[in-house]
């Protein structure tokens, strides 16, 4: 006869109600490891996505996601030339805040190069973007509607692709735009602004006696063509061809000495262990408080559990039970307590994950690995309650 | 041979000036289906006697034979077997049952059965049968809360009996029922007695309840002080 399942089954309302309380503490615990490894997810998507092999930065910074990095546009070509490259494509990415339906609204821009790559990794509705100007395909996580428009910088973009999980690294959902589009949105100044800027170039230059009218136009007019292009991008992209020695890549653009040229190593490296390293520590610290606070509940449960039963183990020692009985007794129930509170938490994750802000990562190594933590935690917290049920005296069954 | 041999025992609590001595040179015998009664008022010892005989309490002087084996002689025995003795050679009931409250009636007996190794399909149909015969048969699936206090206690009786122990011992067992019921449960262990040819020791402090006992042992301040037979 199995005491554990007949004990629980007298005792179902507690019992349920307490592996529901674990439950959601355990779902908790799931939870913060989904949004650790989400953390990494969302650090290493547009690196993913993108598929580059070298990410050519503004030298000494670890750009474009950790620092900023401004590079010119037309770098691209030069790249493209170093023996071993294959593609070379400019990408733009700024974080975008405005307001939309009377709330803020953020997400990530990244302007890409029609021509190139670093655009969508996949279309799940509508199309991708086919017009040089004026189009944009949104992660579904913006909730926006195909044809929808968004006023951006100067002009309206019109939604006309939806695009899966693709997010900035720090969890902003991305839209794409095309690179002229996107450098219009961070670089280019509105009328009144440029007339300013002409304006004081001008000034400026009427103040210098040695030139005269006709020079000071001249560079009044190459001083505004500078400060108002927009042809600058946050890194050039790079695709290696079959074969080719990235080290030697590298150092040939390294050798020009404007530029940095991460590989994906590194630029993973500056993702992880620089940007998300203490939310991740944090994140690792409080599931492992958690996980603490658990062993404490169940410890508790399990002692104050045995102390109910004192007679009935009493009891059981004087009709000449075993103690491996009364072990089991306990140890079973502690265990599928554990299981049927892992199970519920469970669930609970996989109904709920979905609708979280951020996004949460479940893999089964980290699932399966929790389990058996906390298998451990109800084997060693019923440790307690055997120890109080080994020290039972068969006497104290008797009396009143 | 007897079911029960006590031979000078004394069970001494504590050392030096705080030692109590809560039993001291007990000597008796009871016979297989006899029905032996210690009687004495709260204090006397005859809850020490009870649980020294009932291989609980581990006497410091004196000898314990139960079913012609020795199994205390100034002290336990090395390398006995308590607990096996107990679920082998003893039955229990208490003052207030004891049954365990998540199993049914049916089970609380096939627990003692299955305790002592009987398979689950014997220890089912023997409970069944026991309890028929103790006129509990329609309570078979019922928990002990929604028993009344002497089906319960007929229960525990049952419990006590099912492995056909030699020696029931039973601490107060009509303490927590009504007069009425607490005679039907001495009718019912004297009746048992006889069928089973099991010797029953039942420690009482209820002068009410001894009517029927073959025996009565009277004891005070841990002495046999006087034995009645009836």
């Known amino acids: 006869m199995n005491l554990a399942i007949r004990d629980i089954r007298y005792h179902r309302g507690r019992f349920i109600l307490t592996s529901i309380g674990l439950g959601l503490l355990l779902g908790v615990v799931m939870s913060m490891g989904g949004i650790y490894r989400g953390l990494f997810a969302d650090a290493l998507a547009v690196l993913e996505f993108t598929k580059a092999d070298i990410w050519v930065v503004q030298q000494d910074t670890n750009g474009p996601f950790a620092e900023n990095s401004r590079i010119p546009e037309d770098i691209k070509y030069r790249i493209k030339a170093v023996p071993g490259v294959a593609e070379a494509s400019p990408l733009s990415f700024q974080t975008i805040q405005i307001e939309r339906l009377g709330k803020p609204f953020r997400f990530f821009l990244i302007g890409y190069d029609l021509n190139g790559?670093?655009?969508?990794?996949?279309?799940?509705?509508?199309?991708?973007?086919?017009?040089?100007?004026?189009?944009?395909?949104?992660?579904?996580?913006?909730?926006?509607?195909?044809?929808?428009?968004?006023?951006?910088?100067?002009?309206?973009?019109?939604?006309?692709?939806?695009?899966?999980?693709?997010?900035?690294?720090?969890?902003?959902?991305?839209?794409?735009?095309?690179?002229?589009?996107?450098?219009?949105?961070?670089?280019?100044?509105?009328?009144?602004?440029?007339?300013?800027?002409?304006?004081?170039?001008?000034?400026?230059?009427?103040?210098?006696?040695?030139?005269?009218?006709?020079?000071?136009?001249?560079?009044?007019?190459?001083?505004?063509?500078?400060?108002?292009?927009?042809?600058?991008?946050?890194?050039?992209?790079?695709?290696?061809?079959?074969?080719?020695?990235?080290?030697?890549?590298?150092e040939r653009i390294r050798r020009w000495n404007h530029f940095r040229p991460i590989s994906v190593e590194e630029q993973t490296k500056i993702l992880t262990k620089g940007m998300i390293e203490k939310a991740r520590m944090q994140l690792g610290l409080f599931r492992i408080i958690l996980l603490v606070i658990s062993a404490v509940i169940i410890s508790l449960i399990i002692y104050t559990s045995t102390l109910d039963k004192i007679k009935v183990i009493a009891t059981l020692k004087l009709i000449g039970s075993q103690n491996r009985v009364i072990i089991g007794m306990i140890l079973q129930q502690s265990l599928l307590m554990g299981a049927i509170a892992y199970g519920i938490g469970y669930a609970l994750i996989l109904l709920t994950y979905e609708n979280f802000p951020r996004r949460i990562v479940l893999e089964s190594f980290d699932l399966q690995a929790l389990f058996v933590i906390v298998m451990a935690i109800c084997m060693i917290s019923s440790f307690v309650g055997i120890r109080k049920a080994l020290k039972v005296e068969p006497a104290e069954a008797l009396g009143g | 041979m007897y079911a029960i041999e006590v031979d000078k025992l004394t069970k001494i609590y504590g050392k030096g000036e705080t030692a109590v001595t809560a039993i001291a040179d007990a000597t008796f015998q009871v016979s297989p289906g006899e029905l032996v009664a210690i009687l004495g008022p709260s204090g006397s010892g005859k809850t020490t006697l009870l649980t020294s005989i009932g291989l609980i309490n581990e006497p410091t002087h004196g000898k314990v034979v139960i079913d012609g084996a020795t199994v205390a002689d100034e002290g336990w025995l090395p390398g006995i077997d308590l607990k096996r003795l107990r679920r082998e050679k003893l039955g229990f009931i208490f003052q207030a049952h004891n049954l365990i409250p998540f199993l049914t009636a049916v089970e609380n007996?096939?627990?003692?059965?299955?305790?002592?190794?009987?398979?689950?399909?014997?220890?089912?149909?023997?409970?069944?049968?026991?309890?028929?015969?103790?006129?509990?048969?329609?309570?078979?699936?019922?928990?002990?809360?929604?028993l009344s206090g002497g089906e319960a206690q007929r229960v525990a009786i049952a419990r006590a009996l099912a492995n056909r122990p030699k020696v029931i011992l039973a601490d107060e067992p009509t303490a927590a029922l009504d007069t009425e019921n607490g005679k039907n449960v001495m009718t019912l262990l004297k009746k048992l007695a006889v069928e089973n040819h099991s010797a029953i020791l039942v420690v009482t402090h209820d002068h009410r309840m001894?009517?029927?006992?073959?025996?009565?042992?009277?004891?005070?301040?841990?002495?046999?002080?006087?034995?009645?037979?009836?």
């Open chain 2, 210 to 230: 001894v009517e029927g006992f073959d025996r009565i042992f009277h004891v005070n301040d841990g002495r046999i002080t006087g034995e009645k037979s009836n």
């Open chain 1, 117 to 250: 790559f670093g655009g969508p990794p996949l279309i799940v509705a509508g199309r991708n973007i086919r017009q040089k100007r004026y189009e944009m395909v949104v992660a579904k996580a913006m909730k926006m509607e195909i044809g929808e428009k968004i006023h951006l910088g100067l002009h309206d973009y019109t939604v006309v692709g939806i695009t899966g999980k693709v997010v900035s690294s720090g969890g902003d959902p991305a839209a794409y735009v095309s690179l002229a589009d996107a450098q219009d949105i961070q670089f280019k100044k509105d009328n009144d602004a440029i007339r300013n800027d002409r304006e004081r170039i001008g000034a400026n230059l009427a103040g210098v006696q040695s030139l005269s009218p006709a020079q000071a136009k001249f560079l009044k007019q190459n001083i505004a063509g500078i400060t108002e292009s927009t042809h600058t991008v946050n890194t050039v992209v790079a695709r290696l061809a079959p074969g080719a020695d990235i080290k030697a890549v590298q």
């Open chain 2, 109 to 146: 007996v096939m627990i003692a059965l299955e305790i002592n190794h009987l398979p689950k399909t014997e220890a089912k149909k023997r409970a069944a049968e026991l309890l028929d015969s103790l006129n509990l048969g329609h309570r078979l699936g019922n928990y002990p809360t929604a």
